[in-house]
């Protein structure tokens, strides 16, 4: 397919928000059908979610050599244009004729000479001491940063809300960094810009949050440096995070582990009463690394139920407990130290019995929600919210991908939890729907 041009020779363009692979799965389907696109995500890379995670589910296939090669081709392809670290600031017009007004925050790099060398980083006098949000604020980095090795485009950025310089006005009697940078890329006196573009349909694609288990305080995360969520449990067990995918908490190997299911999931007492559709399996994948690389330990999940429902899901979760893994059907009511040890009480809800299983490690797999922005997200482009909070598609049966606002399409989780198959899927059929508008608005232009 071809892009067709209006009466002024120029194509029709799309605007992709959101970098995640739902965002980038989008504008390459786009691009590749002749459309220029232009891919809007607030953060300095490219990636989102998926970049953070070691293994996918069932196939145990590596998530970053599944992701990366799409983030170089988005980077790269000659139809896209990448608007990094930069957010939608307004939205006017209808289909085939959007103006949108995108603000671009200062990274205090330029870009065009940052040869991402890091050196930058090493001077930092804040080198190692900020939380760092791709980490799940397990390990540190410098105030100014790369979000991952792979990062795309592989630019530094300057946090503005840790650097000593841009908070308090001095940075000691130099620049450490600055004067570390060969190429001369650092710039403090950089400012927000504004850029208005010509798009015919929009795909949002801003993805999801997960649950804050500081909500559920009987568990004990945030008190117990030993119970951590599957998110941090991710970086823990990848190559590419803070201690090399070897599994260790708090200085410690741990010889017990226990899982827990649907912390902020199906948990009407938060009025959270839908089910995030992945955490079961992200479970039996983490209990399977947990298995593969602390040969010995003893591993046990507690969950409400099991919903293998996938291609492969049911073999797979068959697969974790031929390994030893034992799963026990209950709801964990509290989570206490005992010596050394933590003691996860419960109740086996199966068997009709209290039990205390002692752990030194707990896993809180907590579930996906629509993003804190949301609200906002909305307003911008007129969309509405369904009674889960994620964005309501305009029929659950005949579209998922149409927003109701004609021109405006939704993709991958902002529109309802999904796994990273079906959030491809649904990343490729947002993308047609929006071919076709652009299609329609090429004729349309033509004809006049």
């Not at 992709?16 to 692979?21: K, P, R, S, W």
């Not at 573009?197 to 008190?223: H, M, N, S, W």
């Not at 260790?248 to 839908?274: A, T, Y």
Request: glycine residues 10%; aromatic residues 8%.
């Amino acid at each position: 397919m071809s892009a067709r041009s209006g009466s002024n020779g120029k194509a029709p363009a799309a605007l992709v928000v959101g970098g995640g692979i739902a965002g980038i799965q989008a504008a390459l389907d786009i691009a590749d059908a002749g459309f220029q696109v232009y891919l809007v995500e607030r953060s300095p890379s490219i990636g989102g979610r998926m970049a953070q995670l070691d293994k996918t589910f069932p196939t145990l296939d590596c998530s970053s050599c599944i992701l990366t090669p799409k983030m170089v081709d988005a980077g790269r392809h000659p139809n896209i244009e990448l608007l990094t670290y930069s957010e939608v600031s307004s939205v006017s017009g209808q289909a085939g004729d959007f103006r949108v007004g995108i603000k671009k925050k200062p990274r205090y790099v330029d870009v065009d000479k940052c040869r991402g060398c890091g050196l930058c980083a090493e001077a930092c006098r804040l080198s190692g001491r900020v939380p760092s949000d791709f980490n799940a604020g397990i390990a540190k980095r410098a105030a100014i940063y790369v979000p991952f090795p792979q990062a795309v485009p592989l630019v530094y950025t300057v946090d503005p809300e840790a650097c000593v310089y841009l908070t308090r006005g001095v940075c000691g009697k130099t620049f450490k960094c600055k004067d570390a940078c060969p190429a001369d890329a650092i710039d403090f006196t950089q400012t927000e810009q504004y850029v208005e573009v010509e798009v015919g349909a929009i795909v949002v694609a801003t993805g999801f949050d997960v649950f804050d288990p500081r909500l559920k305080p009987e568990l004990g995360y945030g008190f117990y440096p030993e119970v951590i969520t599957t998110l941090e449990f991710e970086r823990y067990a990848s190559a590419s995070g803070p201690t090399a995918g070897k599994i260790s908490v708090n200085g410690h190997v741990p010889r017990k582990v226990v899982f827990i299911q649907c912390v902020g999931s199906r948990d009407r007492s938060l009025g959270l009463p839908n089910c995030s559709r992945v955490c079961c399996m992200a479970v039996a994948k983490q209990a399977h690394l947990a298995h593969d690389r602390l040969p010995g330990a003893e591993i046990t999940v507690f969950y409400m139920d099991i919903r293998a429902f996938g291609k492969g899901f049911e073999e797979f979760y068959d697969r974790v407990r031929e390994e030893g893994v034992l799963y026990r059907r209950g709801n964990p009511s509290e989570i206490y130290r005992r010596g050394e040890m933590l003691v996860v009480r419960a109740e086996d809800t199966l068997m009709g019995e209290a039990l205390e299983v002692e752990a030194d490690l707990v896993v809180l797999a907590v579930g996906m929600l629509p993003r804190r922005d949301a609200d906002q997200v909305a307003q911008l482009f007129g969309l509405q919210r369904g009674t889960d909070g994620y964005f309501q598609e305009e029929h659950p049966k005949m579209s998922t991908v149409e927003s109701g606002i004609p021109g405006v399409f939704l993709a991958g989780c902002c529109q309802g939890a999904k796994d990273i198959p079906d959030t491809v899927a649904h990343a490729k059929a947002a993308a047609s729907a929006a071919l076709i508008s652009l299609a329609r608005t090429g004729v349309n232009h033509a004809a006049n």
